[in-house]
């Protein structure tokens, strides 16, 4: 079945640790995207990237990092600048990041960070 | 700056009444309208995907709206059952002048169908 694989569901780190969070599709998508969600609040985005071997700030990014080394892979880093972490991560894809393809996002089953 | 709403932000209803989800964007320049479903403690699942062109689009007992110059989208869910059961989150798609087309997401509305 083609989806898109996070893993851990569940991380638990200690302040001042980076942590990596991995994102896997193998729908073979070129466009992938890293969301932060937070209770009461819309989803926000961090990275995205439109192709291979490159990605863009999203709104949020201090604090994270990203790469983009291969087509269905797109890890992100949560470093220890990030003021505050703890938070549930969802990473998506969609076929193409244009607009004008109106291709739907598709979505993982998040990774729920938990610093402390 | 765009801005996406979603009233209520909660709604519970008795199993096999209809319900109607709100979602309104501030600026009507947008390419698309998404509605997702999300299941507690899960990733969103993609509903229906509104382009800026269509008035309406259809699949099984949903039914989402797009009046654009007003800014509002409805998602309309006939008989419902307890499995509808989740929140639901609208988001739209920008419109700008390069190649990318960035999604702005609503908060949600949390929804409870009751036996």
């Known amino acids: 079945d083609g989806g898109i694989t996070q893993s851990p569901k569940y991380l638990f780190r200690k302040e001042g640790q980076n942590v990596t969070l991995s994102c896997e599709q193998n729908l073979n998508h070129d466009a992938m995207y890293w969301y932060r969600q937070d209770p009461g609040q819309g989803l926000r985005l961090i990275y995205y990237s439109q192709i291979v071997n490159d990605f863009q700030k999203g709104d949020i990014a201090e604090g994270y990092s990203v790469s983009r080394e291969k087509k269905e892979s797109f890890p992100l880093t949560v470093t220890s600048a990030q003021k505050n972490p703890t938070a549930f991560y969802l990473c998506?894809?969609?076929?193409?990041?244009?607009?004008?393809?109106?291709?739907?996002?598709?979505f993982g089953n998040g990774t729920r960070l938990t610093v402390t | 700056k765009q801005e996406v709403t979603q009233i209520p932000a909660a709604l519970s209803v008795p199993e096999g009444e209809n319900l109607v989800l709100n979602c309104s964007f501030t600026d009507s320049a947008i390419y698309n309208l998404q509605w997702f479903r999300q299941d507690p403690g899960k990733g969103l699942t993609s509903l229906l995907l509104?382009?800026?062109?269509?008035r309406e689009q259809t699949s099984g007992r949903l039914n989402a709206s797009l009046d654009k110059s007003s800014g509002r989208s409805t998602l309309y869910i006939a008989a419902s059952q307890p499995g509808d059961s989740a929140t639901y989150l609208c988001?739209?798609?920008?419109?700008?002048?390069?190649?990318?087309?960035?999604?702005?997401f609503g908060a949600g509305t949390q929804v409870v169908v009751t036996p």
């Open positions: 509104i382009q800026s062109s269509q």
């Open positions: 988001a739209v798609r920008l419109t700008t002048t390069d190649s990318w087309g960035k999604l702005q």
């Open positions: 998506a894809s969609s076929i193409s990041s244009r607009p004008a393809t109106n291709s739907p996002l598709h």
